[in-house]
Nanobody, 123 residues
């Protein structure tokens, strides 16, 4: 299994950018695709993107393509989410999660989740 801890959330102005980190521990990280989801208040958790275990391929939500980049440092067991040109609609709790089913967008295919980090975008 893998344990995940997100960090880097906070208050961001509209038009700005964010960089979130997800630190992993446990033996399965190297074999897992790592995804990011987000959940706004009152809405379902939605897929943001996922990166394959080797870091060589990614899959992003169509609505976010061009604004989001996911990367990983396997030596440091850390995954990153970068998003630019933020708007208040990006306000949400952001979660990282692990999967064996890259490039799945289905949250039921993710076997481990972090506790989330809140991002608030002010207008």
């Amino acid at each position: 299994q893998v344990q995940l801890t997100e960090s880097g959330g906070g208050l961001v102005q509209a038009g700005g950018s964010l960089r979130l980190s997800c630190a992993a521990s446990g033996p399965t990280f190297a074999d897992s695709g790592m995804g990011w989801f987000r959940q706004a208040r009152g809405k379902e958790r939605e897929f943001v993107g996922v990166i394959i275990s080797t870091g060589t391929r990614t899959n992003y939500a169509d609505s976010l393509k061009g604004r989001v980049t996911i990367s990983r440092d396997n030596a440091k067991k850390t995954v990153f989410l970068e998003m630019n040109n933020l708007s208040p609609e990006d306000t949400a709790t952001y979660y990282c999660a692990a999967t064996y089913y890259f490039p799945t967008t289905n949250r039921d295919r993710y076997y481990s989740w972090g506790q989330g980090t809140q991002v608030t975008v002010s207008s």
